[in-house]
């Protein structure tokens, strides 16, 4: 495993149903990041977690959205409640260092019908 | 308003024609990386540029930042298909705190089309 991975690739869901999405970042990076990104846009950050401690988020992360790093590897990204203005390109990226490059996995597209 | 604005946002050309793209801020940035991203894909990652002036090359693509850090200029000679994708900046804003200093800023994309 060389890159971020992520799951599941795309996501179908109905208004109000909840979904969460999982990362595996790279595995000696203790830096990660979720981003959004919808159409024509770039992504926009988030959250961030050094270990499994979250440390900055984005006011764009409503009360429906959580995120977790139990064990410091892995993250998941929990929407509750979904909105069709959920629906997005969710992006986790990872860094090994301060300030330190961000690598990208796939994301995970997120359809709210 | 973006803090970091990429123009032109959609540029179609033929294979073989020069292009420059470019990315441009009222703020300074420490570095700033440019990365591509193709349809249904994240962004990967094509050069971190840290120094005023310097210049970066990877294979026909040419990266600058600008002497005041404020911009960053991305050239591409002889384009072909496979350069097709949406090129983004992105920076880290200067942080309110030391736990700030961590998230990335992008500007909204360059779409480019090289046309056979």
């Known amino acids: 495993d060389t890159g971020v991975s992520q799951d599941p690739r795309h996501k179908i869901t109905k208004r109000g149903q909840n979904v969460t999405f999982r990362c595996d970042p790279i595995?000696?990076?203790?830096?990660l990041y979720w981003y959004r990104q919808t159409l024509g846009q770039g992504p926009e950050f988030l959250t961030y977690f050094q270990n499994e401690a979250q440390l900055e988020k984005s006011r764009l992360l409503s009360d429906r959205f959580s995120a977790e790093r139990p064990k410091g590897s892995f993250s998941t990204l929990e929407i509750q409640r979904t909105e069709q203005g959920d629906s997005a390109m969710y992006l986790c990226?990872?860094?090994?260092?301060?300030?330190?490059?961000?690598?990208f996995g796939p994301g995970t597209r997120l359809t709210v019908l | 308003t973006q803090l970091l604005e990429q123009s032109p946002q959609f540029l179609s050309i033929q294979e073989g024609e020069n292009l420059t793209v470019y990315c441009n801020s009222s703020s300074v940035f420490s570095s700033l990386q440019w990365y591509r991203q193709e349809p249904g894909e994240g962004p990967v990652l094509l050069v971190t540029?840290?120094?005023?002036?310097e210049v970066k090359k990877l294979k026909r693509l040419t990266f600058q930042f600008g002497d005041a850090r404020k911009d960053s200029s991305l050239h591409i000679t002889a384009a072909q298909p496979g350069d097709t994708g949406l090129y983004l900046c992105?920076?880290?804003?200067?942080?309110?705190?030391?736990?700030?200093?961590?998230?990335?800023?992008f500007g909204q994309g360059t779409r480019l089309t090289i046309n056979p």
């Open positions: 595995s000696e990076h203790n830096r």
């Open positions: 992105a920076a880290r804003p200067r942080p309110s705190s030391i736990q700030g200093a961590q998230k990335l800023v």
């Open positions: 540029v840290v120094t005023g002036g």
């Open positions: 990226a990872s860094s090994q260092v301060r300030e330190g490059e961000q690598f």
